[in-house]
């Protein structure tokens, strides 16, 4: 796997972010009920990654926190998509870059497969491939994480994945996706401009609008003088008219449907 740095925009988006990356998952983290030291159930975990010594890494760093299970590791994308219907894991840290069937194909099978669908993706990158991690939040994974991210972010990430939410850097998923929505807008997930928005109420297209610019449920809260609470169900009543499964989606939904153009407008 390439682990050469990209641009220095896309450099400057990573370091500009990580640190609100870091607190938003930790804030999010310590709302999960999934698999915390206080629950009853661990979080289970499979590691796709076509190198052993990265799968060992994450297993070694997974396994030193209470509530985490590493219950399989797959070597490909194949092996991914067999193990994740055989052990059900709550969270799949998948590789993009794997030999037979890459990272976004077997997210794509897990996602598409209704028998799988409480097993959430979670992309490990290096940031040497952009266009990749657009393709995999567009084929359903929850997010994506830095390869070289910390013990505490990996497992804080993992912890906010496995409860259900998505976990986003926005300033780094705000360009990635106004760049590849723009330069490729016939994307396995383009919709047609306006298709499946129009059942949305005005108030809910103005908080699309917020999700897509990177807002947090807080933020939005305060911006239009509502709960958090009441944002937050409103973004789920959003995502079951849209057919998105978490923030990410939410948010290629609002840019390829055209609701909010480049530039976050």
Do not use: C
């Not at 590493?70 to 894991?89: C, S």
């Not at 959003?238 to 390829?256: F, P, T």
Request: charged share 30%.
């Amino acid at each position: 796997m390439d682990q050469t740095p990209t641009d220095a925009a896309v450099g400057d988006a990573r370091d500009g972010s990580a640190g609100d990356a870091r607190g938003a998952a930790a804030s999010d983290a310590s709302d999960a009920t999934v698999g915390d030291a206080s629950g009853a159930t661990d979080i289970r975990i499979l590691i796709a990654d076509d190198q052993d010594i990265v799968r060992s890494g994450f297993r070694l760093v997974l396994m030193s926190y209470e509530g985490i299970e590493v219950v399989g590791e797959a070597r490909d994308g194949k092996e991914a998509v067999a193990l994740a219907a055989r052990l059900r894991p709550d969270v799949v840290l998948m590789d993009i870059r794997m030999p037979h069937e890459n990272g976004i194909e077997a997210t794509r099978e897990i996602r598409q497969n209704p028998d799988l669908d409480a097993v959430h993706v979670l992309i490990l990158t290096t940031f040497d491939h952009d266009e990749y991690v657009y393709e995999a939040l567009a084929a359903g994974a929850s997010g994506f994480l830095l390869k070289d991210a910390d013990p505490d972010e990996i497992v804080a990430a993992v912890r906010v994945v496995a409860a259900g939410d998505a976990l986003i850097e926005p300033s780094i998923t705000r360009r990635l996706i106004e760049q590849f929505v723009a330069s490729r807008p016939h994307t396995s997930f383009s919709y047609r401009r306006g298709e499946g928005l129009d059942s949305l109420t005005d108030r809910e297209r103005e908080i699309l609008r917020l999700v897509a610019r990177g807002l947090s449920n807080d933020e939005i809260g305060a911006e239009l003088f509502i709960s958090p609470a009441t944002v937050k169900t409103h973004i789920a009543r959003i995502m079951a008219k849209v057919d998105a499964h978490d923030r990410a989606q939410l948010v290629i939904r609002a840019y390829e449907s055209g609701l909010v153009k480049t530039g976050g407008r």
